[in-house]
């Protein structure tokens, strides 16, 4: 499979400072360039080229929010060095496909806090053919018939839904160790929505924009959860999520019969403009919509993940995310109208469920 250059991912190596620059050697143009360079984004070809020349032992395949980043932070007390790729859900089948074109070597692919999706098995059987071992860390919502599909594949598989995929992390990988433990707490009280401690709320809300996500993480793994940088970024989030929200609320359109569900233009901090819509429109169902055609939703009925599936996508059963396929005349007219022809299609799945 050949990943076009026009696609961007996000990697990281070794730590990144306050600035946001990662200490790491990329390549471009199959020239070897080391040193400081910008953090930022990088295209497939690149992303298979800096594979090639790793020197990490272990590529960690994860999500792309505080538990991904607590997961990773937890990875590198245990191996150091970590090739870190950042997925979403919708590239996660096509980063796996890619990494696993690349010989593995007998290196450890873990992937953490992504769930299944289907045909994703042709992905992880190319991967151990190409030597990777390959370990599955996960706390979504899994059919037993997924995870019998996956298992023969891989060297592990460790599903919990009672916890977050730090908490499964810290287990696996460092039980015991009280600094893996801290970290497995803050993450899961935030991930699981628990509440309980304010520094968890912090460092979720910072994580919905991707800026410090290498940064946060490499505090995570020093023990440290708030310091000046991270909270001077907080405050100025709170600012633009006041502003963001108050606009989505304002574009909200309201479907369904069985259930009231809200559709909304994201403009920033899916979560918090979920739960403002929700207390605005008394919804039940919250559908936050991406200008790619990319969504969260959030639901009263634990059925989010059921929905999300239908979508290319999956999650939890009040909170998950998927894709709508938008061409560029949706785009257009989501732009113009905050609405889509798509968002009934959803309803009509939203409302058959459960009959």
């Known amino acids: 499979m050949n990943i076009k250059s026009s696609g961007f991912f996000l990697f990281s190596g070794p730590p990144a400072d306050a600035e946001g620059h990662l200490l790491y050697r990329v390549w471009g143009n199959r020239t070897p360039m080391a040193g400081r360079v910008p953090k ?29 980043a607590g997961s ?49 098995e042709r992905g992880l059987k190319k991967a151990k053919d190409s030597g990777w071992k390959v370990e599955w860390r996960d706390h ?7 995870a019998d599909i996956i298992r023969p594949l891989v060297d592990l598989l460790s599903i919990d839904t009672a916890m977050c995929a730090t908490g499964i992390v810290a287990r696996d990988l460092a039980g015991g160790d009280a600094r893996a433990a801290e970290i497995a707490r803050v993450v899961c ?15 979720g809300r910072i994580l919905s924009k991707p800026g410090l996500r290498d940064y946060v993480r490499d505090r995570l793994a020093e023990g440290i ?8 970024e907080y405050d100025r989030i709170l600012a633009e999520m006041e502003r963001d929200t108050r606009k989505s609320i304002r574009y909200t359109k309201i479907f369904g019969e069985k259930y009231r569900i809200a559709f909304s233009p994201l403009y920033g901090y899916p ?12 919804s039940e169902i919250e559908v936050i919509v991406s200008r790619n055609g990319r969504f969260s ?25 998927g894709t709508f396929p938008f061409t560029l005349m949706d785009r257009i007219t989501f732009l113009l109208f905050k609405k889509n022809r798509h968002f009934e299609d959803l309803v009509e799945v939203a409302e058959s469920i459960g009959g």
């Not at 959860?225 to 001077?232: G, L, N, S, V």
């Not at 939703?297 to 995310?321: D, T």
């Open 40 to 68: 930022g984004k990088f295209t497939g070809e690149e992303m298979k080229e800096a594979l090639r020349g790793r020197k990490a032992k272990v590529v960690h395949l994860t999500h792309n929010d505080l538990d991904a």
């Open 72 to 120: 990773d932070a937890i990875h590198r007390l245990k191996y150091g060095e970590v090739f870190t790729i950042w997925a979403s859900v919708g590239n996660f089948p096509l980063l796996l496909s890619a990494i696993a074109e690349l010989k593995g070597r007998g290196d450890l692919l873990s992937v953490t806090d992504l769930g299944y999706q289907s045909g994703i």
């Open 140 to 146: 979504h919502r899994w059919e037993d018939r997924e």
């Open 189 to 203: 009280d935030y991930d699981l929505w628990r509440n309980e401690d304010p520094r968890s709320m912090v460092l």
């Open 225 to 232: 959860f708030i310091d000046p940088h991270i909270q001077e």
């Open 271 to 282: 979560s918090d403009t979920a739960s403002r819509v929700r207390e605005a429109y008394k």
């Open 297 to 321: 939703i959030r639901s009263v009925p634990a059925i989010s993940h059921l929905i999300a599936r239908k979508f290319s996508g999956g999650g939890h059963p009040h909170a998950s995310g």
